[in-house]
């Protein structure tokens, strides 16, 4: 078993409300020199050993990622214990 990470945000290009509505939260709060925040999603998922990189790369891309707007990065986890409980 084995923890993967797929993190996906939005592209550069593509404006990104609630990233804007984070900074002016901040700076609202008494929080200065934010310039910039970028707000996207992590899944965290669970795989046994016969789900291979290939498949990893597929199922963001077709599921977990709208690529018009969007990239990903898929990471597997390194666990000392293997997978977690």
């Avoid at 084995?2 to 939260?25: F, T």
């Avoid at 965290?44 to 498949?55: K, R, Y």
């Amino acid at each position: 078993m084995a923890r993967v990470v797929v993190d996906v945000m939005p592209k550069a290009e593509i404006l990104d409300p609630q990233g804007q509505a984070i900074v002016g939260a901040l700076g609202r709060l008494g929080f200065s020199g934010i310039v910039d925040v970028r707000q996207g999603k992590r899944f965290e998922l669970e795989v046994d050993d016969s789900v291979d990189d290939a498949d990893l790369e597929r199922i963001a891309e077709e599921l977990l990622a709208n690529t018009v707007i969007e990239n990903f990065a898929v990471t597997r986890v390194p666990d000392a214990q293997g997978a977690r409980s």
